[in-house]
């Protein structure tokens, strides 16, 4: 019985789902400066400092052409100020993000929504420190990530980083738009965008607009937003979602990787002191946050996999 039984438990086990690798380990860390920086000698020491920059990483600018074409929107060199050290690591590692506000705050963006972005370009495993000398906005660091890729040698795609351009300002805008609202935090909003594309990446990555609006809907009500978000802002998000399936992040290779890094960001999230302060924030307003909704789906698809298998083994005496 035993030998009979090799074979099938072989073809169980290559059904289960492979890890896909991304691209390999830099050598170098990279290094960029934004373009405000570069006769300004105290301002990069200082912001050298902040990175943890090494003599050995590669070190570039990031300009206003690089911002135009990445992110396309317009900064006069004069304003690029905020400035990023990344190190690309092999597939599986995932995306850590840290904002140094040691010297200067990042005032308009958080670690989550960053990585949110960074997931929309494409970049799903690598080291990351953003930071200041100075108070910044934080809206034109985006760009020198990217940079630092080409700076490797590697293609970025630029209709994606366009994407997680108009994602992360669209996120901004509607924080600021509801800053003095009740029930609303960019953790919440953070939350439910991943949630969004983990739920459109499950469902195979090639869905209608209909379909899509009606996970924005339901995501809406799991994260204690639908009666908060406006309908010009729940369109907003829906058309982002709309435009990242289009890239085709959401099919393929790319999109195994997406997903194990958006559960991860998940995670952060609703570890984080801001998440459990908005979820408090909710309950007193009689709502309730899902701590969330992807995980217990992947646990409920995993729980059901091996259960159809115990009922399969069962079958066979």
Same mark, same amino acid.
């Given at each position: 019985?035993?030998?009979?039984?090799?074979?099938?438990?072989?073809?169980?086990?290559?059904?289960?789902?492979?890890? +896909?690798?991304?691209?390999?380990?830099?050598?170098?860390?990279?290094? +960029?400066?934004?373009?405000?920086?570069?006769?300004?000698?105290?301002?990069?020491?200082?912001?050298?400092?902040? =990175?943890?920059?090494?003599?050995?990483?590669?070190?570039?600018?990031?300009?206003?052409?690089?911002?135009?074409?990445?992110?396309?929107?317009?900064?006069?060199?004069? *304003?690029?100020?905020?400035?990023?050290?990344?190190?690309? &690591?092999?597939?599986?590692?995932?995306?850590?993000?840290?904002?140094?506000?040691?010297?200067?705050?990042?005032?308009?963006?958080?670690?989550?929504?960053?990585?949110?972005?960074?997931?929309?370009?494409?970049?799903?495993?690598?080291?990351? *420190?953003?930071?200041?000398? %100075?108070?910044?906005?934080?809206?034109?660091? =985006?760009?020198?990530?990217?940079?630092?890729?080409?700076?490797?040698?590697?293609?970025?795609?630029?209709? #994606?980083?366009?994407?997680?351009?108009?994602?992360?300002?669209?996120?901004?805008?509607?924080?600021?738009?509801?800053?003095?609202?009740?029930?609303?935090?960019?953790?919440?909003?953070?939350?439910?965008?991943?949630?969004?594309?983990?739920? +459109?990446?499950?469902?195979?990555?090639?869905?209608?607009?209909?379909?899509?609006?009606?996970?924005?809907?339901?995501?809406?009500? %799991?994260?204690?937003?639908?009666? +908060? =978000?406006?309908?010009?802002?729940?369109? #907003?998000?829906?058309?982002?979602?709309?435009?990242?399936?289009?890239?085709?992040?959401?099919?393929? %290779?790319?999109?195994?990787?997406?997903?194990?890094?958006? &559960?991860?960001?998940?995670?952060?999230?609703?570890?984080?002191?801001?998440?459990?302060?908005?979820?408090?924030?909710?309950? %007193?307003?009689?709502?309730?946050?899902?701590?969330?909704?992807?995980?217990?789906?992947?646990?409920?698809?995993?729980?059901?996999?091996?259960?159809?298998?115990?009922?399969?083994?069962?079958?066979?005496?």
């Amino acid at each position: 019985m035993a030998r009979k039984m090799m074979p099938l438990i072989i073809i169980l086990l290559l059904m289960l789902p492979l890890r +896909v690798q991304a691209a390999s380990e830099w050598d170098q860390a990279v290094t +960029v400066y934004g373009a405000a920086l570069e006769n300004d000698q105290e301002l990069l020491e200082s912001t050298s400092e902040i =990175l943890g920059a090494e003599d050995g990483d590669i070190v570039e600018y990031v300009r206003s052409g690089d911002v135009q074409k990445y992110l396309n929107v317009t900064y006069d060199d004069s *304003v690029l100020k905020s400035s990023i050290r990344i190190l690309q &690591k092999d597939g599986g590692h995932g995306l850590d993000i840290t904002v140094d506000e040691s010297m200067g705050q990042i005032t308009k963006i958080t670690e989550e929504t960053y990585k949110n972005a960074l997931l929309t370009s494409g970049i799903t495993d690598a080291e990351v *420190v953003i930071g200041a000398a %100075e108070d910044v906005t934080g809206e034109s660091a =985006l760009s020198g990530i990217y940079k630092a890729y080409e700076a490797q040698g590697e293609e970025i795609d630029t209709e #994606r980083t366009q994407n997680a351009q108009d994602e992360l300002e669209t996120i901004s805008d509607i924080t600021e738009e509801n800053s003095n609202v009740e029930g609303f935090s960019q953790e919440q909003l953070n939350k439910m965008i991943t949630e969004i594309k983990i739920q +459109v990446i499950e469902a195979g990555g090639n869905l209608s607009e209909d379909e899509i609006r009606s996970i924005v809907d339901e995501q809406l009500k %799991e994260n204690g937003l639908n009666d +908060v =978000l406006n309908q010009e802002q729940i369109n #907003r998000i829906t058309v982002i979602i709309v435009n990242i399936q289009e890239s085709g992040l959401f099919q393929n %290779e790319e999109a195994e990787r997406l997903l194990d890094s958006s &559960k991860g960001l998940i995670d952060e999230i609703t570890s984080s002191e801001g998440f459990k302060d908005a979820k408090k924030a909710a309950e %007193e307003l009689g709502k309730d946050i899902q701590e969330s909704g992807a995980w217990e789906s992947f646990k409920n698809a995993v729980s059901d996999f091996f259960r159809s298998v115990t009922d399969f083994f069962k079958s066979l005496f």
